[in-house]
């Protein structure tokens, strides 16, 4: 089983060899592709060291999967090629995600979007992903109909850029500027790109990917994406209203019993989710459960994972995982 991991000396490509280890995910060979500066840099993976070759040479290959972390440009380019020699792409960019002959996974959720002609597969946004994960059974019992949501963005989804202005600023030396301010002691409540509505691309990601992935187009969303100096996860608070009545009870089962969730809600011993304690681990956490007095059949909650596994590498593997299940 040939696998390639394409843009494999970034963030999230780093973290993808992690995780590939710490799964023990069952390649027979490991291919590790990056831009052309890259060639013949060593990666390491399950103590063995891979060296960088070319995208085009990955090509060559003939990968049985190919996971890319590479950028959407690159996506758009490649992916198509990859796919031509028989090799199924799983993409983590944005280039993919809304092509309407193209599945949009979480591996929790909707595997069954993935058909055997899919020689693409996307991977969703990482606030799009914790969020439909902590709400999907919730979904399936009461019928979402509307969700207000609120980020609040590690400068790790950024990228390694970021997290550089982040502590230059924190240590006061000189360094890019990625932000078009300071982010250190500060939230900038911008993610992504301004379009003619007013909203940002990220926060038009959740309203467009939540009804894909959930293939459900009557949910509407309304979402405020917020950059702050954070490394360890992506936070959110969500306001979701239900189009069925339920007691609270329900809920909190419910989410105890959804498959990669961790419920963290003791608001006597303050035990709720925060990204400190995110960091490097694959479930989302949700706590501040509560009830809304304000609306009828909504609920308030706070989730967190860290954007880096879970919000990208380790929902692209577990993705691989499934569609080797199938072989």
């Not at 060296?51 to 999967?65: F, G, L, N, S, W």
């Amino acid at each position: 089983m040939k696998l390639a991991i394409i843009g494999a000396t970034g963030m999230v490509g780093n973290v993808m060899l992690k995780v590939l280890e710490e799964r023990d995910f069952p390649y027979t060979e490991l291919i590790v592709a990056a831009s052309p500066n890259s060639v013949g840099k060593a990666l390491y993976c399950k103590g063995q060291a891979h060296h960088c070759i070319t995208v085009e040479d990955a090509i060559a290959a003939k990968p049985d999967i190919a996971i890319f972390s590479a950028g959407g440009s690159s996506s758009k380019k490649y992916a198509p090629l990859f796919a031509e020699v028989g090799c199924v792409v799983i993409d983590n960019s944005s280039a993919w995600r809304m092509d309407e002959n193209v599945p949009l996974v979480v591996p929790e959720i909707n595997m069954d979007a993935i058909l055997p002609q899919h020689k693409i597969i996307a991977n969703p946004n990482c606030s799009t992903i914790q969020m439909v994960v902590a709400l999907a059974q919730l979904h399936k019992k009461f019928e979402l109909s509307r969700l207000i949501v609120s980020t609040y963005q590690s400068v790790t989804g950024t990228g390694v850029k970021a997290v550089e202005q982040l502590f230059a600023e924190r240590e006061g030396r000189e360094a890019s500027m990625v932000y078009p301010h300071p982010i250190d002691l500060n939230c900038l409540p911008h993610g992504g790109d301004f379009e003619a509505n007013g909203y940002t691309s990220e926060e038009m990601k959740l309203y467009n990917e939540t009804r894909k992935i959930y293939n459900d187009y009557t949910i509407e969303t309304t979402a405020t994406v917020v950059r702050v100096p954070v490394v360890g996860g992506h936070s959110m608070s969500v306001n979701a209203y239900f189009s069925k009545q339920f007691e609270m009870k329900e809920v909190m089962e419910t989410l105890a019993n959804t498959p990669g969730v961790v419920v963290q809600d003791n608001p006597a011993k303050f035990e709720y989710p925060m990204p400190r304690y995110s960091e490097h681990k694959d479930p989302v956490f949700v706590g501040r459960v509560r009830q809304d007095f304000s609306y009828p059949n909504s609920i308030n909650l706070w989730i967190v994972a860290d954007n880096l596994r879970k919000g990208a590498a380790t929902n692209a593997i577990q993705i691989a995982e499934e569609l080797l299940k199938r072989a």
